[in-house]
């Protein structure tokens, strides 16, 4: 496929998800399932490709705009979306989006030649959008003069951020956070430690010619260097290893259960963390996991099941099931609260989470979790333990949270997360030793962005 299709390709995939409300990574499964003729090299840069302007997209659709045609050729489909692919193309490598050269193969231009993104661009126009080649050179050079203009005046708009949202984070040097959400988020995968060692999963992993480095922050954690296919590698398939961001393994590691402890899991999901605190406990616990999904529970069920884990139960949230969950009140040696959120600690791998979150939304959020937290913490026993934490970045979600529920709640007090995290060696940058809460931040931790509070029942 040569590249002005595979823009042309590009651009419509970027033009549904702009107009779903689905999460961009289900759409474009689906896109590429409907386009089975669509080769894997092709796949990897059109993916790539609008994952990198979504990311980027006010930088993208500034500079495409500043520049049209003349009247006429409106009619052209797909127009606008194809600027602002190209323009993704052009400036990506620029703002560490991704790097399109690395993603182009001789398959895609039609000569043999030398060629470069911007010829490529270039010829795109011509192709695709019924440009002259005067017009295709003006275009590229007006795209790149408007994103110098940008870029110097240090905007919201070069940030890539909208600017409600850098607003709230006026207790953060909100630049280089903001920018770190351009680049695309790593695989990470945590070691199921009752059935390998890091080391030897590394050496596996090598031996597949998986390049992987240990995680410097998660004793269990291992970052890959690449997107390599997982779903047929022993490992994976049996347990060993499971796909899990390097922040989301550091909440275990603030719970820090002891083997015999009985655990709720609030808002478990597919179970990520429970598994991981089911191999803290070296399965020898009881985890209670519960949710309102069935069909994320059942995921649980199935992972729990692959790995080996006897320690970990499954309800589904109900009035049904209301009365059996209420004997664990005042029980739990431990409650995670790892509560629904907006998901902007995500950002990196769901772009779109930034550009469709409001401020209404927000406050929304912000009061079902503290419903949701007031509720779970009644199943923490006196001395036990409550550890709250979101995928979010919002201080709405996170501290304003935790500062309601412990004014309202005073048979809660707030623990240092060091006590939990000292005893795996973790030492978080930024985070004092008697710091209660914290925020990993992608700049500053290189996980996606976490929340994490430790309490402890008092009375």
């Given at each position: 496929m040569?590249?002005?299709?595979?823009?042309?390709?590009?651009a419509?995939?970027?033009?549904?998800?702009?107009k779903?409300?689905?999460?961009?990574?289900?759409?474009?499964?689906?896109?590429?399932?409907?386009?089975?003729?669509?080769?894997?090299?092709?796949?990897?840069?059109?993916?790539?490709?609008?994952?990198?302007?979504?990311?980027?997209?006010?930088?993208?659709?500034?500079?495409?705009?500043?520049?049209?045609?003349?009247?006429?050729?409106?009619?052209?489909?797909?127009?606008?979306?194809?600027?602002?692919?190209?323009?993704?193309?052009l400036?990506?490598?620029?703002?560490?989006?991704?790097?399109?050269?690395?993603?182009?193969?001789?398959?895609?231009?039609?000569?043999?030649?030398?060629?470069?993104i911007?010829?490529?661009?270039?010829?795109?126009?011509?192709?695709?959008?019924?440009?002259?080649?005067?017009?295709?050179?003006?275009?590229?050079?007006?795209?790149e003069?408007?994103?110098?203009?940008?870029?110097?005046?240090?905007?919201?708009?070069y940030?890539?951020?909208?600017?409600?949202?850098?607003?709230?984070?006026?207790?953060?040097d909100?630049?280089?956070?903001?920018?770190?959400?351009?680049?695309?988020?790593?695989v990470?995968?945590?070691?199921?430690?009752?059935?390998?060692s890091?080391?030897?999963?590394?050496?596996?992993?090598?031996?597949?010619?998986?390049?992987?480095?240990?995680?410097?922050?998660?004793?269990?954690?291992?970052?890959?260097?690449?997107?390599?296919?997982?779903?047929?590698?022993?490992?994976?398939?049996?347990?060993?290893?499971?796909?899990?961001?390097?922040?989301?393994?550091?909440?275990?590691?603030?719970l820090?259960p002891?083997?015999?402890?009985?655990?709720l899991?609030?808002?478990?999901?597919?179970?990520?963390?429970?598994?991981?605190i089911?191999?803290?406990?070296?399965?020898?616990?009881?985890?209670?996991s519960?949710?309102?999904?069935?069909?994320?529970?059942?995921?649980?069920?199935?992972?729990?099941?692959?790995?080996?884990?006897?320690?970990?139960s499954?309800?589904?949230?109900?009035?049904?099931?209301?009365k059996?969950?209420?004997?664990?009140?005042?029980?739990?040696?431990?409650?995670?609260?790892?509560?629904?959120?907006?998901?902007?600690?995500?950002?990196?791998?769901?772009?779109?989470?930034?550009?469709?979150?409001?401020?209404?939304?927000?406050?929304?959020?912000?009061?079902?979790?503290?419903?949701?937290?007031?509720?779970?913490?009644?199943?923490?026993?006196?001395?036990?333990?409550?550890?709250?934490?979101?995928?979010?970045?919002?201080?709405?979600e996170?501290?304003?949270?935790?500062?309601?529920?412990?004014?309202?709640?005073?048979?809660?007090?707030?623990?240092?997360?060091?006590?939990?995290?000292?005893?795996?060696?973790?030492?978080?940058?930024g985070?004092?030793?008697?710091?209660?809460?914290?925020?990993?931040?992608?700049?500053?931790?290189?996980?996606?962005?976490?929340?994490?509070?430790?309490?402890?029942?008092?009375?």
């Amino acid at each position: 496929m040569l590249f002005p299709s595979l823009v042309g390709h590009a651009a419509e995939l970027y033009r549904i998800i702009w107009k779903s409300p689905q999460p961009a990574d289900a759409i474009a499964s689906e896109f590429f399932r409907s386009h089975k003729y669509i080769g894997s090299k092709e796949r990897k840069f059109i993916s790539e490709t609008v994952f990198a302007t979504l990311r980027m997209h006010s930088i993208a659709l500034h500079t495409a705009s500043d520049y049209s045609v003349e009247p006429g050729k409106e009619h052209i489909p797909l127009e606008k979306e194809i600027k602002i692919i190209l323009a993704g193309c052009l400036l990506g490598e620029r703002v560490g989006a991704y790097a399109p050269t690395q993603l182009l193969n001789r398959s895609f231009v039609k000569t043999d030649e030398a060629f470069s993104i911007e010829h490529l661009c270039k010829e795109t126009l011509i192709a695709r959008l019924e440009y002259n080649s005067e017009e295709a050179q003006e275009w590229v050079r007006v795209t790149e003069e408007s994103f110098e203009k940008i870029a110097s005046e240090n905007s919201y708009t070069y940030w890539c951020l909208p600017e409600w949202i850098a607003e709230s984070w006026h207790n953060r040097d909100v630049k280089p956070i903001a920018l770190s959400l351009l680049k695309s988020a790593p695989v990470c995968l945590r070691v199921n430690s009752r059935a390998i060692s890091r080391e030897r999963a590394l050496e596996e992993l090598a031996k597949l010619s998986i390049a992987a480095k240990p995680s410097k922050l998660s004793p269990d954690g291992i970052v890959l260097d690449g997107r390599d296919q997982l779903s047929q590698v022993e490992l994976f398939k049996s347990g060993a290893i499971e796909v899990q961001d390097i922040g989301s393994q550091i909440i275990g590691y603030a719970l820090a259960p002891e083997e015999d402890w009985l655990v709720l899991d609030a808002c478990a999901g597919a179970g990520g963390k429970s598994l991981h605190i089911a191999a803290m406990q070296n399965d020898s616990g009881t985890i209670i996991s519960t949710d309102i999904e069935f069909r994320r529970l059942r995921e649980l069920d199935f992972r729990a099941k692959r790995a080996g884990f006897r320690s970990i139960s499954t309800m589904i949230l109900s009035p049904k099931n209301d009365k059996t969950l209420e004997k664990f009140i005042g029980r739990c040696d431990a409650v995670l609260v790892d509560a629904p959120c907006s998901g902007m600690g995500t950002a990196r791998r769901m772009p779109m989470v930034k550009w469709r979150l409001t401020a209404s939304l927000v406050a929304k959020l912000a009061r079902k979790q503290f419903e949701i937290l007031v509720e779970k913490s009644r199943y923490v026993r006196e001395g036990g333990v409550l550890v709250y934490a979101t995928c979010s970045m919002m201080p709405q979600e996170n501290e304003d949270v935790i500062n309601r529920f412990l004014m309202e709640n005073d048979n809660f007090v707030l623990e240092p997360l060091d006590v939990a995290l000292c005893q795996f060696g973790i030492t978080i940058e930024g985070m004092e030793k008697d710091d209660c809460m914290m925020t990993l931040l992608p700049n500053m931790h290189g996980t996606d962005g976490f929340f994490i509070a430790r309490m402890r029942r008092v009375g």
